[in-house]
């Protein structure tokens, strides 16, 4: 066999090796993204809480700003679900970014003071982290301050 065919057929075999890696890697990013919509509707907007158990891992963390954390899937429901269902959140996935192991979510979102019947709008950008199936990781950032404005807070600077 000549020089020739024989880098044609390692270039061959190099290119669809490339094709089926990267297609298992898509199909991972497909799996983690079935398991990030299941968050949203099942969890949050179907509150089917016993997802939970499925889609979350027992040793998961949630990092939110200021440097608190919610840990494990007792403290993600107790502590993160829970509270905020007296808000009837409904989230949009406005941007959905599979990379890997990971996946970034912009979500929008609108729910209902219950204090005062208010329409709340809200934002908020998270990063997923997941491996087998499951959420491990997470880190949020969301518009607090815009969310407590519509709540009737007022930022008071200082005093000198």
């Known amino acids: 066999m000549s020089k020739s065919k024989i880098l044609g057929l390692m270039a061959l075999i190099t290119f669809a090796m490339g094709i089926f890696w990267v297609g298992e890697a898509v199909a991972g990013e497909r799996e983690n993204l079935i398991v990030i919509e299941r968050n949203l509707h099942e969890i949050w907007h179907q509150q089917k809480f016993a997802v939970v158990e499925e889609i979350v891992a027992e040793d998961y963390v ?14 993600y429901f107790e502590e993160h679900v829970k509270p905020n269902m007296a808000f009837n959140w409904r989230f949009n996935m406005d ?3 599979p990379k890997g192991d990971y996946v970034v979510v912009r979500y929008s979102n609108v729910g ?40 009737g807070y007022q930022l008071v600077p200082p005093e000198k």
């Open 62 to 75: 949630r990092h939110l700003p200021g440097g608190q954390e919610v840990r494990g899937q007792k403290g």
């Open 95 to 97: 941007l959905v970014i």
């Open 112 to 151: 209902t003071d219950p204090a005062t019947g208010k329409r709340i709008k809200g934002s908020s950008i998270v990063i997923h982290r997941l491996k087998d199936g499951k959420m491990v990781e997470c880190w949020a950032e969301w518009d607090a301050l815009s969310v407590f404005q519509q709540l």
